[in-house]
């Protein structure tokens, strides 16, 4: 019985960062309407900045947020202006491979730089744990979750009462009536894919402290972000946390009572089954759902 | 040069690469050759739901499903790799149902990244059912020359093998191009709304041509399995090799029409080998970083490949020819 | 019996309804127009009949068969054509874009190729053929529109605006069609803005405004009826 609990927990702080992560993504395309398949790796180019920021200055990770995040958000600006643009008018599906492309040259460029090996960092609190309620929860996990629920919340403010992010689900909503009253929606889109490089670099960041860098460490999270966003409804920033969340508990219950690696298997079949039974998203406002093409 | 000349260079260099081997006694040319024929055979089979524009990036999930089939049906049960054959396509026909019958109703790059899904899940099943696939360890095809074991020798044998496969494949493209489903899929990419408006069942006709492109592939993979011995998953379901190879093929040569993916596997299967010998060996990776690139600047400058670019010399008179570029532009 | 039987058929998009319990026959042999200001609700009825939006509520009776249930290219094979406002013309030449709804039907090409040959020598684009729409003028392509809905054999051909953005002369041009379509035999249900038009080649005119059926008679009748003048002049019509 307490094993149920305590799978709960863990797959709930991990949902947490998953929910961070995919929120990044929900936002980019969201706004800028572009499948990014290079996403994952956005996540893996901060968790090695992190790591190599350690390496060779002892900076503890979190500490180093500050540092990383910033480079990040200016980096998915870069994306945004030099690879993405371009494309915009294009059709989505070169658009797509655009992407790819661009997740083969990150991917390969890490392994070319940093070799393949598995780069772990050690803290001191990498190990540590709480006891609640005979419930045994990791100190990195606890911190990564409550991290990533304080900066949805501050996302999802930010975007309910700045003229800005005001701006930003204008866009979201109608591409052209934005543009019409005058929003500079080019400007937003860089903006856009600047805070949501940013959110997914925090992810990767909460999630060194227990995990290793490589260079393919991003790709299940590309997977992982897409199906939590059509899970969640895109354009529902609470569904996109809801399903975060709820992604990370069954994964977390996949791995305890079927198989660890099935994993994939096991929300690919979700994501199937939420398609044919309800694909605007469990908690989808239906919006953008005809992008995608479920009607 | 006039588009004429043009023309004719192509098929002199592609008679040249046919008669390649009877012409230059080398195992390595003979080997290469080979591989382009099984390129040509996968791109031009990856190019037919792209007339109706769904760039599919699982495909290596029908390779791998009739690879294994044709594999595990010789190794572990001794049957015959020919009926291996048809298993084979059997088993990447029922993949390609599961993957289309809840995917087809996703748009442009849901459905690819959809697709890639599934190719992954295989991947991983592959690497986890050990009783059935031998895991990662893989399998391995035991050397017992012979035509009833698709087995052989000399190289010879495979380069007909291939060469035949691929004329057939490119042959059954052209006739679904210019059969009624072709009409339909051109239709629905172009404008899919209007297609249904006039009567088109466009989710079947993708569909279809979603099947025929699973089918044909698994057929591929079984062929592939025997030419090269080694059956392991990472292999067989590698996404680089067997879903970005032929699309990226296709992009180059010309996606949606019937020589874009011959010319594309043509230029990039050798193109792929020596970056991968050379550059792979200077340093790991970098041949798909110049990959990427390469991608990336056609993307940007030349969506239609290379035919479009051969198109442009004809002057416009509307005719189609072997195919104008369809899915390139008008697929949102 | 009515070719077309539309009852209390209503759409509401969010707060906004759209279309608002509209009924009326269409009878079979008949040209009938649609008229209204802008965002009256035309063609978002057209899209219900032809099934790219669902009802909240009503009937759809096409040649005796509900249709409601019926997808876009269903109720197309079940005799329902129609064009549409902005013409896109497929990315093929001219006869294979009129062989795709054919083909549909019959998948046989050389059938397919007479049949859109004869088709397009009614609406005199036989010479343009082997063209590729897109290097053509409007008033061709939106001729290539009708062409292609014509090759479904409809029973009933639903035209939306076949001549807006066309110059006087391209209308003359176009406009007879419309007739000689209907004299095979093919009952016209016709959204068009320019009034001359529209009345010169309807035998009865529905009028919407605001989502409401307000007027349903003969040319004469309906431009002489107080709240079609009314709805023109963006008054407010409570007592229509």
Redesign the interface.
């Known amino acids: 019985m307490e094993l149920i609990f305590q799978v709960l927990v863990s797959g709930l702080l991990i949902g947490g960062v998953y929910a961070l992560i995919s929120i990044g993504l929900n936002l980019i395309f969201g706004v800028v309407r572009i499948i990014n398949f290079a996403h994952g790796d956005v996540l893996m180019l901060a968790m090695y900045a992190t790591f190599w920021l350690n390496k060779g200055f002892g900076m503890d990770p979190y500490l180093s947020a500050l540092l990383v995040l910033p480079a990040m958000f200016f980096f998915g600006v870069l994306l945004q202006r030099v690879i993405v643009q371009p494309i915009q008018e294009a059709s989505s599906n070169m658009q797509i491979f655009a992407t790819v492309a661009l997740s083969l040259i990150l991917q390969n460029l890490a392994l070319i730089f940093w070799k393949g090996d598995f780069r772990t960092i050690q803290t001191s609190y990498a190990m540590s744990t709480l006891e609640v309620m005979n419930i045994i929860i990791s100190v990195p996990r606890l911190v990564a979750f409550l991290v990533a629920l304080v900066s949805i919340l501050s996302l999802f403010s930010f975007l309910k009462h700045t003229f800005v992010g005001k701006a930003l689900r204008a866009i979201v909503e109608d591409n052209t009536v934005a543009r019409l009253m005058g929003i500079k929606v080019e400007r937003l889109y860089l903006l856009a894919f600047g805070l949501g490089a940013a959110f997914t670099a925090l992810g990767g960041i909460l999630l060194i402290p227990f995990s290793s860098v490589y260079p393919t460490v991003g790709v299940p999270f590309t997977l992982i972000a897409f199906i939590v966003v059509v899970l969640g409804g895109l354009g529902s920033m609470s569904g996109t946390f809801m399903a975060g969340l709820f992604i990370g508990v069954v994964e977390t219950f996949g791995g305890t009572y079927v198989s660890p690696a099935l994993k994939e298997a096991l929300y690919f079949g979700i994501f199937i089954l939420v398609l044919l039974v309800r694909p605007q998203g469990l908690f989808g406002k239906g919006k953008g759902t005809e992008e995608i093409g479920l009607k | 040069m006039s588009a004429n000349r043009w023309q004719l260079l192509g098929f002199i260099l592609l008679a040249a690469v046919v008669a390649a081997p009877v012409l230059v006694d080398s195992k390595f040319i003979l080997h290469m050759v080979t591989l382009i024929f099984f390129y040509v055979a996968m791109t031009s089979a990856w190019n037919i739901p792209v007339f109706g524009?769904k760039?599919s990036?699982g495909h290596a999930a029908f390779f791998g499903i009739g690879g294994y089939t044709g594999a595990i049906l010789y190794v572990k049960f001794g049957v015959s790799p020919w009926i291996g054959l048809v298993a084979g396509v059997a088993m990447s026909l029922l993949g390609g149902v599961i993957m289309t019958l809840?995917?087809l109703?996703?748009?442009?790059?849901?459905?690819?990244?959809?697709s890639?899904?599934?190719a992954?899940?295989l991947r991983?099943?592959a690497?986890?059912w050990r009783s059935l696939t031998n895991g990662s360890v893989g399998l391995n095809i035991p050397f017992k020359p012979g035509w009833a074991n698709l087995t052989f020798q000399s190289g010879l044998p495979f380069y007909f093998i291939s060469l035949i496969l691929a004329a057939a494949v490119v042959f059954v493209s052209y006739r679904l191009r210019?059969?009624?489903l072709g009409?339909?899929l051109?239709?629905s990419a172009?404008?899919d709304?209007?297609?249904?408006?006039?009567?088109?069942?466009?989710r079947r006709a993708h569909f279809i041509g979603l099947l025929w492109s699973s089918g044909l592939t698994g057929l591929i993979g079984v062929f592939y399995v025997f030419f090269i011995y080694v059956v392991e998953p990472n292999t067989m379901f590698s996404i680089?090799l067997f879903s970005?190879q032929p699309?990226l093929n296709g992009?180059i040569g010309g996606i949606g029409t019937i020589w874009g993916p011959v010319i594309g596997a043509v230029i990039m299967t050798p193109l792929g080998e020596y970056l991968r010998f050379y550059l792979g060996t200077i340093?790991?990776?970098?041949n798909?970083?110049v990959?990427?690139?390469v991608?990336?600047v056609t993307?940007?400058f030349i969506?239609g490949g290379i035919v479009s670019l051969l198109a442009r010399l004809k002057p416009?008179?509307?005719?189609?020819g072997p195919g104008?570029p369809?899915?390139?532009?008008?697929?949102? | 019996m009515a070719l077309l039987q539309v009852k209390n058929l209503t759409k509401r998009f969010g707060g906004l309804t759209a279309v608002k319990q509209v009924s009326f026959d269409i009878q079979p042999g008949e040209i009938v127009g649609l008229i209204g200001p802008n965002g009256a609700g035309k063609t978002t009825l057209f899209n219900l009949i032809s099934g790219i939006l669902n009802p909240e509520d009503g009937e759809i009776i096409l040649d005796g068969r509900p249709i409601k249930q019926l997808s876009p290219a269903r109720r197309s094979l079940a005799g329902l054509g129609r064009t549409f406002q902005i013409v896109r013309p497929f990315t093929m030449t001219v006869l294979e874009n009129v062989m795709v709804p054919l083909l549909a039907r019959d998948p046989h090409m050389g059938k397919a190729r007479e049949e859109g040959m004869q088709v397009l020598t009614l609406l005199r684009l036989d010479h343009l053929a082997d063209a590729q729409p897109d290097s053509l003028t409007l008033a061709y392509r939106k001729r290539i529109e009708v062409a292609r809905a014509l090759a479904t054999r409809p029973k009933l051909l639903m035209l939306d605006e076949v001549l807006a953005g066309l110059n006087p002369t391209e209308i003359s041009e176009n406009l007879p069609i419309i007739r000689q379509v209907h004299e095979r035999g093919v009952t016209i249900f016709i959204i068009e803005h320019l009034m001359d038009a529209l009345m010169a080649v309807s035998q009865r005119v529905l009028v919407m405004d605001q989502g409401v059926l307000i007027a349903n008679g003969s040319p004469q009748e309906v431009t002489s009826n107080e709240c079609v003048i009314k709805a023109y002049l963006g008054e407010e019509t409570p007592t229509c």
């Open positions: 524009g760039m990036l809840p995917l109703r996703l748009r442009g790059p849901f459905f690819t990244l959809a890639i899904a599934f992954e899940v991983m099943i690497i986890d210019h059969s009624a009409f339909h051109r239709a172009s404008n709304e209007a297609a249904q408006a006039l009567g088109v069942d466009t680089p970005l699309a992009i340093q790991q990776g970098l798909f970083v990959y990427g690139v991608l990336i993307v940007n969506p416009s008179k509307g005719s189609n104008s369809s899915g390139a532009k008008e697929v949102r």
